[in-house]
């Protein structure tokens, strides 16, 4: 099964690659948001859930997880300054232009990885995983994220962001992603149990984007409304 995932999903994020940011905005257009909102938006909560634990200036090292073309990479280094960040997919085209996207960027760095390998590319304080996960089989989940687990120091913190299946209109609108046929959402409920179960301590969800484009002056109450389980994505923290 994992070798079928990794030389499927190879091929097929291979080929999205090229057009990775057309299908997006195509997407996301009914939010009323330009992709580059969502990919800032999930930067800018990691920040704001770690200002109370990171300052300004200290150095953050940060694994991107399934960083694809490299669209988060400008917003580690807008909200974490002194951030050095790695980059890893399993799609060599992707990351042939995460490079490109990010030749001005020295901090960012990019690896081709296999899922099939558990390869150690160090300790980090943050791990960041973006809309990953319902695309990998739910029976490889344990062993990632026991391994993600591994490559975290002592007080390090991993988000992971997903779409709510709890939400209809996520529903829909992953449905007719092209880049998401093979989608398999995983309810938060779910997300938390494995990450219990995979060792990490402090495991804790909440959800995110509530409000379209067209009422966006509401979005600084999303923090707020953190507990409703209808935002359209969520997220899980959790520490070693």
């Known amino acids: 099964m994992a070798e079928n995932f990794t030389t499927q999903q190879k091929i097929e994020f291979d080929e999205f690659a090229a ?6 905005a195509k997407n996301t257009s009914s939010s009323g948001f330009e992709p580059s909102y969502f990919d800032e938006y999930k930067v800018k909560e990691v920040a704001r859930r770690l200002q109370s634990l990171l300052k300004p200036k200290d150095t953050v090292e940060i694994l991107n997880y399934g960083c694809g073309i490299g669209k988060s990479e400008v917003f580690f280094r807008k909200y974490f300054p002194q951030s050095t960040s790695l980059g890893v997919d399993i799609s060599p085209e992707s990351i042939r232009r995460a490079e490109i996207e990010n030749t001005n960027i020295s901090s960012a760095s990019f690896r081709v990885f296999n899922p099939g390998e558990f390869p150690q590319w160090g300790e980090f304080d943050i ?55 093979d989608a398999v959402l995983l309810y938060p409920d779910y997300s938390v149990k ?38 359209a994505q969520y997220y899980i923290q959790a520490n070693k």
Request: proline share 6%; glycine share 6%; net charge neutral.
């Open 194 to 231: 494995a990450y219990s179960g995979a060792g990490f301590s402090k495991v804790t969800k909440r959800f995110t984007l509530f409000f379209p484009g067209f009422i966006s002056f509401m979005v600084p109450l999303e923090k707020y409304m953190a507990w409703l389980p209808f935002g």
């Open 127 to 181: 791990i960041y995983i973006a809309n990953v996960f319902h695309h990998i089989p739910h029976e490889l989940h344990h062993d990632i994220l026991v391994h993600l687990r591994s490559l975290l120091k002592k007080d390090g913190q991993l988000f992971m962001f997903e779409h709510n299946p709890l939400n209809p209109i996520t529903v829909r609108t992953i449905n007719q992603c092209e880049f998401d046929k």
């Open 19 to 24: 057009d990775y940011e057309q299908l997006h």
